[in-house]
């Protein structure tokens, strides 16, 4: 397809697109003619991407690109490429040489039987939100990370089952997607969930 | 307890309970003398949940008063002191009056047969992550929906059967702290389910 039509396909303007080509986020087409390029269903994939990353998760352009050189760059792994992107979309900064170990938490990975990258921003995460509860005298009890991680497990599962078999970059970016557009879905039902709970 | 210690259990400084008891966030304690009073394992549910507020959700005090002021409301009525709460720690606005009904949003609680205020922030919240989902061509599917809705459902269930039985605004604080305290964990473990899936 042309640049007009993929932009009108992503609901974006042209200039946006060119942007994008600009700033190397989004591929070239193939060239057509001096003037011309031809884009096909992966440009529209990466626009839908960048769209939820900059709309969706507020994203600065320079995290986006992170985020997709994470995608683009272990194709022979996913879970690293899954790994990278959490990193770059998490809420918490990069580990730095003289932080405490997130012990809190690989212990509580341990309990729970996980393997994790102890140096994922999503263990560090894990970590500190362990850390405020216990510091307002509200630490997790087992039972309760337990179904806690239960339910994590079975979204997690739910997923990655959605996902359409493709090449790792494929995958990687679909589980970007999942987690950006499908967090706020799961926040604002566990809040519904507890005010049904209490109209029964 | 004397103030001091009030203040030591609670890992704050005196000057700050002192000023909590200013701003009217903590109830007075029962006057022994002039310069004296006592205070009680109320005061320091109280100020767990100020500093849960504060701290870890980062809430103004303008803020923290409307959630506490939602808790001390509705002595009759747990869900509505709990979906006020939820507003006023909601990430979106209140709603205007000139603002789109959320359709999305009411059809898929139909869907889930869940009731709930159509007014609720968290409604609106839902509303607007399936609206951002759909924009990037990436709708949830009932399956994919009903799957979350379980999810929320069960971990709901773990935080309501952890509340301990108590006066209403006792239930709607602990509601409260369990959102606040507990979403992060939640967010954290999805992801780290994710990754789990992925090296399994």
């Given at each position: 397809?042309?640049?007009?039509?993929?932009?009108?396909?992503?609901d974006l303007t042209v200039?946006?697109?060119?942007?994008?080509?600009?700033?190397?986020?989004?591929?070239?087409?193939?060239?057509?003619?001096?003037?011309?390029?031809?884009?096909?269903?992966?440009?529209?994939?990466?626009?839908?991407l960048i769209r939820a990353?900059?709309?969706?998760?507020?994203?600065?352009?320079?995290?986006?690109?992170?985020?997709?050189?994470?995608?683009?760059?272990?194709?022979?792994?996913?879970?690293?490429?899954?790994?990278?992107?959490?990193?770059?979309?998490?809420?918490?900064?990069?580990?730095?040489?003289?932080?405490?170990?997130?012990?809190?938490?690989?212990?509580?990975?341990?309990?729970?039987?996980?393997?994790?990258?102890?140096q994922s921003s999503a263990?560090?995460?894990?970590?500190?939100?362990?850390?405020?509860?216990?510091?307002?005298?509200?630490?997790?009890?087992?039972?309760?990370?337990?179904?806690?991680?239960?339910?994590?497990?079975?979204?997690?599962?739910?997923?990655?089952?959605?996902?359409?078999?493709?090449?790792?970059?494929?995958?990687?970016?679909?589980?970007?997607?999942?987690?950006?557009?499908?967090?706020?879905?799961?926040?604002?039902?566990?809040?519904?969930?507890?005010?049904?709970?209490?109209?029964?």
């Amino acid at each position: 397809m042309r640049i007009s039509e993929l932009a009108r396909t992503a609901d974006l303007t042209v200039a946006t697109v060119k942007y994008y080509l600009r700033e190397g986020l989004l591929p070239a087409g193939r060239r057509l003619s001096a003037t011309q390029a031809d884009y096909d269903d992966s440009h529209l994939a990466r626009l839908r991407l960048i769209r939820a990353l900059v709309e969706v998760a507020g994203l600065p352009l320079a995290s986006v690109r992170q985020v997709l050189g994470a995608i683009d760059g272990d194709p022979d792994d996913v879970m690293t490429a899954v790994g990278t992107a959490h990193d770059a979309l998490g809420r918490v900064g990069p580990a730095t040489a003289d932080e405490e170990p997130p012990e809190r938490a690989l212990a509580a990975l341990e309990r729970l039987e996980w393997s994790a990258y102890p140096q994922s921003s999503a263990v560090r995460q894990l970590d500190a939100a362990l850390a405020a509860a216990a510091a307002v005298g509200l630490a997790i009890d087992d039972g309760r990370l337990r179904a806690y991680a239960d339910a994590a497990l079975a979204v997690a599962r739910e997923d990655i089952a959605s996902v359409p078999s493709g090449s790792p970059e494929e995958t990687a970016a679909y589980v970007v997607l999942g987690t950006v557009l499908y967090e706020p879905i799961l926040l604002a039902l566990r809040r519904l969930a507890q005010q049904q709970l209490y109209t029964g």
